[in-house]
Nanobody, 124 residues
Framework: QVQLVESGGGLVQAGGSLRLSCAVSGRTSSRHAMGWFRQAPGKEREFVAAIRLSTYSTYYADSVKGRFTISRDNAKNTVALQMNSLKPEDTAVYYC?????????????????WGQGTQVTVSS
């Protein structure tokens, strides 16, 4: 069993930065991938970024590539999402996720565990 708790959301102006953190408790291993997804009102949940714990390979949606960075801190057992150059279209609830033996990191259905979400609002 894995528990995930997100923090760090808030209100920021366009062009600003936020850092989301996901506290991970329970057992994870190199077979796991950690992901960030987001869901805006009236839209489906979409992939943002992911990291494989086996290789620390990172993956990003085209819409955030070059602006967002996902990272893993083993000492703190957290996964962070650094978000720079934020745009109003980044406004959404952001969810942390974990899955074992994830074949496609961009598919939300491949993840087993989810946090409760944290709101990010970017004003224009």
């Amino acid at each position: 069993q894995v528990q995930l708790v997100e923090s760090g959301g808030g209100l920021v102006q366009a062009g600003g930065s936020l850092r989301l953190s996901c506290a991970v408790s329970g057992r994870t291993s190199s077979r796991h991938a950690m992901g960030w997804f987001r869901q805006a009102p009236g839209k489906e949940r979409e992939f943002v970024a992911a990291i494989r714990l086996s290789t620390y390979s990172t993956y990003y949606a085209d819409s955030v590539k070059g602006r967002f960075t996902i990272s893993r801190d083993n000492a703190k057992n957290t996964v962070a999402l650094q978000m720079n150059s934020l745009k109003p279209e980044d406004t959404a609830v952001y969810y942390c996720s974990a899955g074992r033996d994830v074949s496609s990191v961009a598919m939300s259905t491949h993840y087993d565990y989810w946090g409760q979400g944290t709101q990010v609002t970017v004003s224009s």
